[in-house]
Each structure stands twice: as C-alpha cells, then as structure tokens.
C-alpha cells in the first residue's frame, strides 16, 4: 500500500514538492491509468465510466459496496488528499478478494473524477455517478478558462455522454471512504481516527466587479474607476464578515483575476471567487444573502452561485459499525464535523454512506507540506477493511 | 490613410468593439505583413530586424529621418494607440516619394515591435534598435507567463542575434512620432495638435506577497496567513500613497496574480504589478524607496523592478520646427508633457526626437472606448508632413 502511495505521489510532482495532478490533465489521467493497472492486477473488472471515473469492481450478489475517493488535486496540493483513500480502499478490496471474505455483496473501488472542481465545481465526478450533473456543470468555467466539456473533450471524454456514468441506486449498498482530516483535532487529540457524523454544506460564487479601462499613465489616480482597487476593499469586507460570525460559517476568497491586468491599464474587471461553507443550511443562506447585499453597494458587479452543495449527515447504521469494529480492535476514535467537502457527501444523499479521517500534520492541507505518518494510515485502514469485510458477510 | 487605418483596426477586433494585438502574437503578425504591403506598394525597401521591428526605407544621401510608432496593443486595447502613428508616417513618406520631395535625406516608416511591454517590459523594439536591450529583457516575463525569448521564437525569431538589430547613430537624422494624447487635455482645451516637451520615466515593480497554503475548509479565518488579503492591504495602501503625492507622481497597480487560485485553498503567494510615472528621476526614486519600505512591513515579502524607463526630454531644435510648421499652415498646438511612455523616448536619448499629439475622446485610452475623430488627426499628420518635409530638404 504504501509503495503504491509513493508511486502515485510521484505523479505530478512540483519542484517545492507538492502535487499538481489538475482533473483531466494528462498527470491524472496516467493516475488513473496506473490505479486501474493495480485493480487488473488484484483481479478487478475495470472501467472507466463517461465521466472519467475510474471503478473496480469484485462480483457478488446482491447491491454493492463501494469504497472511492479520488486521484485529482490541486494546483500545488499534497499527495495524501484523494490518493491515500483510493490506495487505502484498493487494499481493502484486494484483501478481501485474496481472504476469500465478504464474498456475498459485490465490492468497488472507485477513482472519482474532478473531485476538487479544477474546472467547475467541485465532486463532479461523483455527482455524475449519482445522477446529480446537468447542462450547466458542462459548460462551466473557471474564470478566462476552458469550460469543462472541452475540458472532457481534451481527455478523450464526450461529454454529451455524461448521463450513461449514472448509476442504479438499488445496486448500491453502502459507500466508505477514508480521507486526510485536513485539520487540526485528531492530531491534538493525540487520536488516530476520526468517524465523521456530517459534512459541511458549500456555497461558491463568482464576484464580478467592473472598473473601467483608462491608459494609468494619463489619467488622475482620483479620477478613475479601478475594478481592482474595489475589488481589494470587498477581500477586506468579506474577510471582516467572516471573523465577526459565529463559529458556524467558513469562507475564502481564493482568487482574484483581473483584466486586462497590464502593467499600464487601469483596471476594468476584476472576478473574485468567493466561497462559504456551514453545517447549517440557514447560515449559508445568510452569507449569501450579505454578499449579494456588498455586491449592490458597487453599481454594475454582478454575483453568480457557481455551486450549491448541501451538507450530508453521515449514515448513522454505518457510523455505529465503524464504532463497533474501532472498539473491536482497541483503536480509538472521535466523531467529528468534516469542514472540507468530500464525494462522501454525494454519495450520502442517495446511498447509506460513511467517512473515516486520519490525522493531518499542522492541520495543513491543499499545500506541499501536507503530511500523514505512515504509522497514523494503519488504524483508519484496519477500521476500514474490518467494516467492509462485517458488512458484506452479514448482508 | 483612414481605409489603412480601418484594416488595422479588424485585426485583433475583440467582441467589444476593443482590439487586442499582444506584440509577437498572430494578430500583431498580421497587422505587421499588411503595413509590410503597403509599403512595398509605396515603393518602400521593406524588412523586419531582428527584433522584430518593421522598416520600411527611401533611400537617399546622409542620415535617415525616421518615422515610427508601433501596432501591438494592450489586451482589449483601442484602434488608435500606435498604429494611428503608423499609417500617419506611412502617408506621409509615401506622400514625399510620389511628390519627389525631400529627395536629400533617407526616409524611413518603422512600426516598432512590443512597444506595450506585453511579455516582459515596454518600448522593446525601440531600445533593441538604439543598443538597450540587455539578456535580462529576453529573460524577463509576465507573471505566470513564458519569457519574452520564448514568445520571439514562437514567432519566428532568433533571440541571441537581437545584436543585430541595433542601428548606427551616424545613420540617424531624427525621429518624428504622431500618436493620440491619451488624455484629457487637448480636447478640453479645443486645441487640434500637441507639442510634447518631455516624455516622463517609469519605474515599473513586481510585489510578491507570500502566505500559506491551507485547506479553506478547515482553517479558521483568523489562523490564516493569506496572501490575498495582505496583498489587498497593499493595493489599498499604494492607492493612498498615489493621492497623497504632489501632482509630479501617478501609479498604478495593473494586475495581481494569485496561486494557486482555487476556490478552497487560502492564497499562498500574490504577485502585484506596481508602477510609478513622473517627468522628475528624483519622485521616481522616492516612490520606490517607499514601495521597499512598504514591502519590508511584510516578513518574506520581496520587490523586483522589471523596468527603468528614463524620462526624456523632446529635441528642442525638432520641437521649433514643428512650432513653425503648424505656425505657417495657420493650426493652433499646445506644448505639453507626455504622461505615457512612448518609442519617441528611447530614439529621444539617441538621436534628436520630437513628438505631435492628435486629441483623444474624453482622455480614454487603453480600452475599446478609445477615440480620436478622424478631421483631429489631419491637422496632426499635415505638420508631420511639412515638418518632414521641410527638415529632409534643408540638410
């Protein structure tokens, strides 16, 4: 398990030794295709599906169990976010087919496509599975890039026939994952595995602020309309909202792009990405509310939601095995909120579903310094092997 | 002359009415083949430099009066910035040959390749004839761009024989440049032509705020060290700097830059674009003491000057002629400074060099809003004619 980390950690690497593994570019697809390589190898029937995932899966009778996470990153990101969940849970299976156990339900592992929205928004990979993708996750864009469906087309993929990724959910029996906690507690706690009881609901929006283009060298400082001088006090405002909030609410500014963006032009356009995250659907609301409020204060900036993802509790059958099995081996574990959306989230709103975390170093994630001792892996898998195995023999 | 000029104008044309023609782009290529054409058809000895300049030559005896301006825009530029300078030169050396006037001197039309500094830093064609283009400018790149060197290849040119492209002094007479004023003045005084006295020096500055990458789901607001908010501090504290600074200095911060720029990673490094303009060396050397100081405040933060671009004074000898030209033909002209940069400052520390101004609508440039009514650039273009004319008989 871990040379298989190591290998794919090797994909993608950057020079200050982080991970750029971008969704559809050619550094994921060769993870996808050394992962399907593996599931060849521990006797998986292997596809991908029109969405680009990657699935595995052992024959049985009855619904499946599906244990996914997924290969993409961010620009710059860890090796550990995404990749260790699909190592973790490929082991899994390949124990319980070599072990002969849990032979009664079909098993899969699944690589899932764009779950960090390199070009869109995010667990696109996921929401295709479970049938959530319309039109407009398609033809979506990062700001001044490529909409996802030539993204797609780029990769061999056609996007038109995004709805055959859809699966059955009467073949679905249960979906874990195992995940990097991407924060601080486990490790404060001194505990090596988390259970998660819910994940957040993400709200994302695109802020366009418009300014007008004037040469910088003729044209009075007093006397302009500077997009990116607007823009500058709105990374402030938005900033200062989010300190002044209850502990409830999360949120970011991520980038900002700014056109023409010449070293000689005032600036006419400046696009904000904002993003608000919350396990309460009001709070989310609320923050959605303000900022279309800061927008209206600027004439001619416009907002636009570029993703709505609800939060999802966690199956509570599934959360009480995890416990059971924890407790079985003496491994300790903390029920916790996940900050960080995740495809568990997806999966959880059709299909029973659980997520198991493993300590972050620092806390720090989406960042080259991203870490988990190797010795921190071992329980959360253990937990993970022994719960697939219990739920497809008592099913 | 206007039919020319609305040739250039459809190439590079952007959906909203702007033009955009990056220097060594395709578009920029093109506008270059077609003023290659017409110069030819002018009876013209046409050839690019190894810069990637075009000069189009009369020959003659003694040194060459040489007309010049360029035909790369900003991005989402105007119609008029340059290539108004270079239709106007084209007419009236074609003017000349056909009326066997100014037969004495060598006549030269040169449409001055990157004169906006898109890849690296401005009036690059310019310096490369005058002998200023050092390797540190072939190197040199726009943040998160490829370096200028790349760019030439890509367009066909040899970067490392760039020598070549640098031009005798003995050869050179003077340099006449027509150009639109890219600000309010002459229209709001209802004056057809300016005489500019000096062109002002640029200082132009990279800013690198460094921050942390994290997961912005999972870090609370006020533990972050993000690279966008402090660089948003900075955008709105040189704002400040600008108005409180006498008249002699303006600025701009053009762009910024941000990595890795996903919706759900706390900024770690922001790259602003920062310049300073002023006619005076001295308020150019206490901006950017104060932009060093500025950057000091944060820990890891560093400043780069990309550019030092000396002011100029207009040649006093040219400028008279011009006063005397406009005088006999009965048009009105303004004396006045150049806020913006222009190729007539590098030719200007060279060799004897005088620029007219043609008004510009409501001072707007550098946007498709850009515009110059066509009977206020003929008053322009007949003192550039006579001007000319009168300087290549004389000698």
Known sequence: MRERFQALAAIGKTPGGGVTRLAFSPAALQAHRLAARWMEEAGLRVRDDAAGNLIGRREGTGPAIVIGSHLDTVPDGGAFDGALGVVA?????QRLVEEKRGDASPLEIVAHADEEGSHHAGTFGSRAMLGEVGEEDLLGHQPGREPLAAVMRGAGLEPTRIGQARRERTGLRAYFELHIEQGPVLESLGIPVGIVTSIVGIDQYLVRVPG????????????????LVKAARAIQVIREFLLMRPADLIGNVGSVSVSPGAMNVVPAEAILSVEFRSARASSLDEAGNWLVSLVAEHPGATVRRTLREHGCPMSAELTALLESVARSLGIATHQMPSGAG?????????????MLFVPSRGGISHSPEE???????IPG????????AALATAD
Chains 1, 2 share one sequence.
């Not at 898998?381 to 697939?388: M, Y």
């Open 89 to 93: 849970g490929l082991e899994v299976v």
């Open 212 to 227: 007008q283009a004037r040469h910088a060298g003729t044209t009075p400082v007093a006397a302009r309309d500077d997009a």
């Open 342 to 354: 995740h495809d568990a989230q997806v999966w959880g709103r059709h299909v029973p579903a659980a």
């Open 371 to 377: 870490w988990t001792d190797w010795e921190d892996v």
């Open 381 to 388: 898998a253990d937990v993970l092997l022994n719960a697939v």
